[in-house]
């Protein structure tokens, strides 16, 4: 945003041109912080429960020589942030791919222009989000963990099998995969009934065998990149902000600094 304020210069400008700099600077962080805030509150109202990561994403910085102020994402914030404040913000045909998403494309279980979502008995954490842990068993049990952290962090064979068959105190498990087009249901056993068959959509299931027969959970499915409307209003809560708080932060530093002058 721009603003004229050759008007409430006057004077000062010609006895004092450095003092103008100064409240102008003043002015622009004032105004700037004010829309950080505003953005921060906006992110509280339009997302559910944002990570505190999230809310601390935008910073502000001050180009005396410009004279300018930004507000934008944090350096370091930019990789992560730009998967879901970038798409939110000026909307998309369809938002990029995570690190996990790629890592499972790549070894051949997620479907080239798919995405992952949380399957209803994925693990999630405090904000709704897929556990990062689930996650990392997921792509440590189909061999893609190496992909993502740089380490050995795979199961391999030997390791799928030990999960497999369990242990006297624990239950064995494993992952299975569901591909696009295969014709495969489940049993979801109910309080309320005998339990009810469900049509398998793609994606990742847990099997956790019992003495007694096994249950099995779906904790990822993929879908098909959707289009993705703006749902943060960044920049009208900028312009907005700026027209309520820029002015009277201009008056106000210009008026201290010509009080300097004819002190």
């Keep these: 945003m721009k603003s004229d304020i050759d008007q409430v210069i006057g004077r000062l400008a010609k006895e004092a041109p450095r003092a103008v700099e100064i409240a102008t600077q003043r002015a622009l962080l004032h105004a700037a912080r004010e829309v950080k805030d505003a953005e921060v509150r906006e992110m ?93 068993q997921i792509l440590s049990w189909f061999d893609a963990a190496e992909r993502v952290a740089g380490s050995t962090q795979n199961m391999g064979v030997k390791g799928r099998d030990r999960r497999r068959k ?48 096994s249950r099995i959970e779906p904790v990822m499915i993929f879908v098909k990149s959707a289009s993705y409307e703006r749902r943060f209003d960044f920049y009208g809560v900028a312009k907005r902000t700026i027209e309520r708080e820029f002015r009277p932060r201009i008056e106000a530093a210009l008026q201290a600094e010509l009080d300097k002058v004819t002190a």
Aim: aromatic share 12%.
């Design 44 to 136: 509280g109202r339009v997302f559910d429960r944002p990570t505190r990561w999230t809310l601390n994403s935008f910073q502000v910085k001050l180009d005396k020589a410009e004279m300018q102020a930004r507000v934008e994402i944090k350096d370091g914030y930019w990789y992560r942030a730009d998967n879901y404040l970038q798409t939110q913000i000026e909307g998309a045909s369809r938002r990029r791919q995570k690190a996990f998403e790629k890592a499972l494309q790549a070894v051949g279980v997620l479907p080239a222009g798919w995405v992952a979502v949380p399957g209803e008995r994925a693990k999630l954490d405090a904000y709704g989000n897929h556990s990062p842990g689930e996650i990392r």
């Design 166 to 213: 369990g242990t006297k105190k624990r239950a064995g498990w494993e992952y299975f995969l569901v591909r696009a087009g295969d014709r495969r249901s489940f049993v979801r056993s109910e309080q309320s009934s005998r339990g009810s068959t469900h049509k398998m959509q793609p994606g990742i299931y847990r099997r956790t065998n019992y003495a007694l027969g």
